[in-house]
């Protein structure tokens, strides 16, 4: 079973600052997918970036970028330039191709931007 | 374009009563769809996913069941709820094909009481 760890519950950064989200996830597989998510106040699910594990490039959103090391099986979103509209939860998932496609979920990290 | 649609929103409903809530999918054919459970402050608990017309998989064993009468309508149900069926419920879908990401509707905030 594959599972995704996200070992930061509560996370806290200045407007304008850059913070890293970390991620990590355990899996036999070679082929998958990763994504991360989020979830603002509202609680409506958002996607925030996804990457291919047969991709060695970094998936990039404006903003929001990952470091993908898959050797280390590590998935870590950086956002730059934090904006107060980023404070939510973020959560890591897994895509599980032998499971309907389905997302398997890490506990999740609630951002916070201050001014 | 696509959207999904989930209801109720809110949802009170004392220990013993039955639940059902309903979910479907518009601008789309065959799509994969879901359901989550999110208790308060934890993450995202995969329920239930089917990838057609009554076919169904659970992947928790619980006090839930799930059904797919039509290619875009997921329905979640219960017989006798329980305390702790308590939570945030959410449906999504998919188009059921790697990297394609799990579009989520608004999701239902369950009270058992």
């Known amino acids: 079973a594959q599972t995704v760890t996200q070992s930061q519950p509560e996370m806290s950064v200045q407007e304008a600052e850059t913070v890293t989200l970390s991620c990590t996830y355990d899996t036999s597989e070679n082929n998958y997918y990763l994504f991360w998510y989020k979830q603002p106040p509202s609680r409506q699910m958002i996607l925030v970036i996804r990457?291919?594990?047969?991709?060695?490039q970094n998936a990039t959103e404006n903003r929001f970028s990952v470091n993908f090391q898959k050797a280390a099986k590590s998935f870590s979103l950086k956002i730059s330039d934090s904006q107060l509209g980023d404070t939510a939860m973020y959560f890591c998932?897994?895509?599980?191709?032998?499971?309907?496609?389905?997302?398997?979920f890490g506990k999740g990290t609630s951002l916070l931007v201050t001014p | 374009s696509q959207t999904i649609h989930q209801w109720p929103a809110t949802l009170v409903q004392p220990v013993g009563s039955p639940l059902s809530l309903e979910c479907t999918v518009e601008?789309?054919?065959?799509?994969?769809l879901y359901w989550y459970r999110q208790a308060a402050g934890r993450g995202l608990q995969l329920l239930f996913y089917s990838v057609g017309i009554g076919q169904i998989s659970s992947e928790v064993p619980q006090n839930l069941s799930a059904s797919r009468p039509q290619d875009r309508q997921f329905i979640l149900s219960s017989k006798k709820l329980l305390l702790s069926d308590s939570g945030f419920y959410l449906c999504a879908w998919s188009a059921g094909q790697g990297a394609s990401p799990l579009h989520f509707g608004n999701g239902t905030r369950l009270t058992v009481t």
């Open positions: 990457q291919e594990a047969y991709k060695q």
């Open positions: 998932a897994f895509m599980k191709p032998n499971s309907g496609y389905a997302l398997n």
């Open positions: 601008g789309t054919s065959n799509p994969n």
